[in-house]
């Protein structure tokens, strides 16, 4: 009998990992199968969630998810860069432990958390003193991002909570990106002359991929936020989801909200949006993946 290398056993992980990703795909292809047979592209390309006359069309909650997502990652790439920077170019080096540890703290607090936070601080305060004051100054913007509830939840509310989710996550990346730079690039960026503030933005641009990185790990916990969204993004119907002032769904939002009510053709609906929601994080993912190995 030929021996086994012991080593071979490490790649356990590696193997239980491909299972269970293909045992997953393969239970939501299947239950997802009759939604697509029954509404075929219009699931896709329509807005329509009747349980009654079994009609359902996702384009509310894709938009929702896409406009939520965009939104937030913007804000957290630009305060995930400045959060970065700070750390390793500017805060004095004794702050610099302190500001890693609390970085990394915040990505590890539960999302329920930053649910009940938004849905009692952040939603009244985007309400009050961001979408109140827009409108008043420009009262022609409600008919492109529509009027806020008394609540205050709405899409833009979650692009911002989802931000303030999802940055420490990129800020991790960046820094641990700034800080793999040798002190000989830095050493030589200085003696050609420039000021602190070009070093940085060449050093920014040294890292593009550790950015990008960043905004990969971001985009897709945006994507499958579920709990902290649901709490603050109004689940509401909204198929002009880019009334981002007003309550709407995410596809995430709209599974936890309806999956434990749904009955018949409804469950297969849901199992459908999952499918569509992973596909569109798959082809995000791939895109970035083939762009970063053109760079290297």
Not at 226 to 238: E, S
């Amino acid at each position: 009998m030929k021996n086994i290398d012991p080593f071979n056993f490490f790649s356990i992980g590696n193997i239980l990992i491909i299972i269970f990703l293909g045992v997953i795909i393969l239970i939501v292809s299947l239950y997802s199968y009759p939604i697509f047979q029954e509404e075929g592209i219009r699931y896709v390309i329509t807005s329509a969630w009747d349980p009654v006359r079994e009609v359902y069309g996702i384009a509310f909650a894709i938009g929702g998810t896409l406009i939520t997502s965009f939104i937030a990652i913007i804000l957290a790439i630009l305060l995930a860069i400045a959060s970065a920077v700070f750390i390793i170019e500017i805060a004095p080096l004794k702050l610099r432990p302190f500001l890693d540890i609390i970085t990394d703290l915040a990505a590890t607090i539960p999302t329920v958390i930053y649910g009940l936070w938004g849905i009692h601080f952040l939603a009244p305060f985007v309400r009050d003193y961001i979408m109140s004051p827009l409108i008043n100054l420009f009262p022609g913007i409600t008919s492109i991002l529509g009027y806020y509830v008394g609540s205050g939840a709405s899409l833009f509310t979650a692009s911002i909570l989802l931000a303030i989710m999802i940055y420490p996550f990129a800020t991790s990346i960046i820094r641990e990106g700034l800080r793999s730079i040798p002190n000989s690039i830095r050493e030589a960026l200085y003696s050609l002359g420039l000021t602190k503030w070009e070093v940085i933005k060449h050093e920014l641009l040294y890292i593009r991929s550790s950015i990008i990185t960043g905004s990969l790990v971001a985009f897709g916990r945006a994507v499958g936020e579920t709990v902290a969204v649901a709490m603050v993004v109004g689940n509401a119907f909204n198929p002009l989801f880019y009334m981002i002032f007003k309550p709407g769904y995410t596809v995430s939002s709209l599974i936890a909200n309806q999956f434990l009510s749904a009955t018949g053709l409804a469950v297969s609906a849901l199992y459908g949006a999952a499918l569509v929601i992973f596909l569109i994080g798959l082809v995000v993912n791939l895109v970035i993946i083939l762009y970063l190995r053109r760079l290297r």
